[in-house]
């Protein structure tokens, strides 16, 4: 696992510097998931920090990622937009943070890469008060018939060339983890692109 982390982390270093220009997903998207969050905050897998300036303005905000070139153009941005945050690097699936230390945690399309998405899940759970929340804005392998078994053939290019599993069960993922769902809101036709949010009593129910 520790040699498929450290390739995947080499792809997200490679392609950093196009990586803004590969994102799909709109500021409002982002901003809508984002409103929720509260206080201590947490992003797993901050990336180049294009979430950082949509917070709500109450949340203090730490950032972790392990690809070192992603965190440093989440660095430029957050210098740029003069944002007072707390970058790291750190890896999803062992993080150094104390159990529940953050009233909210958050990703946006990360576990597509995670190379175990359990044990990056049950590290958000980990690191989450009992009165927090997780909430994770994440794209899925569709339910679609057709377009699911077209992802499946397509993922090891896309796997291969950025690190990123366009067929993840991510939804099914967060149930074993142990993690019980609140809400898993679809966005957009597809139903590709979900907001996934766990709440205190889901999480630990």
Avoid at 41 to 55: A, D, F, I, R, W
Avoid at 100 to 119: G, M, R
Wanted: proline share 4%; glycine share 6%.
């Amino acid at each position: 696992m520790d040699k498929i982390t450290e390739m995947i982390k080499s792809r997200y270093n490679r392609i950093a510097m196009f990586y803004d220009r590969m994102d799909p997903i709109s500021d409002s998207i982002r901003k809508n998931a984002l409103s929720i969050a509260r206080d201590n905050v947490l992003e797993v897998g901050v990336g180049t920090g294009k979430n950082l300036s949509l917070y709500p303005s109450n949340c203090e905000i730490t950032g972790i990622d392990f690809s070192r070139e992603m965190l440093k153009r989440a660095r430029e941005r957050a210098g740029r937009l003069n944002l007072n945050v707390k970058l790291l690097e750190m890896d999803a699936q062992n993080m150094l943070f104390n159990d529940n230390s953050f009233d909210t945690v958050i990703s946006a399309c990360v576990f597509c890469s995670v190379p175990d998405p359990e044990k990056g899940l049950e590290e958000l759970k980990r690191v989450c008060k009992p009165n927090g929340q997780i909430i994770l804005l994440e794209h899925v392998r569709s339910a679609n018939p057709v377009i699911g078994k077209m992802m499946d053939i397509l993922n090891p290019l896309t796997s291969n060339m950025i690190g990123c599993n366009i067929n993840r069960k991510t939804v099914s993922n967060v149930s074993k983890a142990g993690i019980n769902l609140n809400n898993v809101v679809d966005i957009g036709r597809t139903k590709i692109l979900k907001l996934i949010v766990a709440t205190p009593e889901d999480i630990y129910k």
